[in-house]
């Protein structure tokens, strides 16, 4: 009777064994499950992560650059620059609802002082690394007005302008800026996508010097430039400015 209670209890405790083994080695198979799913959905944003910046960086890659054969005797001679109001023109890929066309263009009049002010800072920020100083684009706006040609920038000669404010340069910018997604819709879509969902527009951005002797174009920069939901005209400045840098004429 001992023998048979002894080998009915190994019986028992082999059961026991075999069921705690197989037990544990469910845990280990859902642990691993768990951790496979966390590595398969940190690869997948990564790779999206990849895929918006390659193509954010495609988009922003496009630029052009003129330089006037008369661009290194004439930059020399340049003491103090203006920096004109932004000739700026938003379109919509597909017009919003409610459209007004008033509140249309008070946004263009507000972003090409924006872009306008931004500029300077960033100019002025960096006063040391240029060859001349710029005119405080709150005098420039000022004098434009009292002169009657704020609103009339495009019916005057550089030329003429850098007399009116008595400058020996004007920078001439122009930003065109098409809108593809409202800022609700792409707040919405960086919570599911993160940046890849971001974007709200893609445009533009002109960047000229004219002389202010006989109003000749000396230089010309152009870049393609993204925008997205948290973009601010200084953040556009800023890197629009950091590819400027190697060929700004005025840089030391």
């Not at 954010?56 to 496009?62: H, S, V, Y």
Request: proline share 2%; aromatic share 10%.
């Amino acid at each position: 009777m001992r023998n048979a209670n002894v080998i009915t209890c190994l019986c028992d405790c082999r059961q026991v064994a075999g069921y705690l083994f197989l037990h544990q080695k469910l845990i280990i198979i859902k642990k691993l499950k768990k951790q496979t799913m966390k590595l398969f959905k940190i690869f997948t944003t990564l790779a999206l992560c990849l895929m918006a910046a390659g193509s954010f960086a495609q988009f922003e890659g496009a630029k052009e650059v003129y330089k006037s054969p008369k661009l290194g005797t004439e930059i020399p001679k340049h003491k103090v620059v203006a920096i004109l109001p932004f000739n700026t023109s938003i379109v919509y890929k597909r017009p919003p609802k409610n459209y007004d066309a008033d509140a249309h263009k008070a946004e263009e009049k507000s972003l090409s002082t924006s872009l306008q002010s931004s500029m300077y800072t960033f100019l002025l920020r960096k006063g040391g690394d240029y060859s001349c100083s710029f005119q405080d684009v709150e005098r420039t706006n000022a004098v434009l007005k009292q002169a009657g040609v704020y609103d009339k920038l495009d019916e005057i000669t550089q030329d003429s302008l850098c007399k009116i404010l008595k400058v020996d340069a004007a920078i001439k910018c122009k930003y065109v800026y098409e809108k593809t997604a409202s800022e609700g819709a792409a707040i919405a879509k960086t919570v599911l996508f993160g940046s890849l969902g971001s974007k709200t527009g893609s445009g533009g951005l002109t960047m000229q010097v004219y002389n202010g002797n006989d109003g000749d174009l000396l230089w010309r920069f152009y870049k393609a430039m993204n925008d997205d939901v948290f973009s601010s005209s200084d953040e556009l400045i800023e890197r629009m400015m950091r590819k400027v840098a190697r060929n700004f004429p005025y840089s030391k």
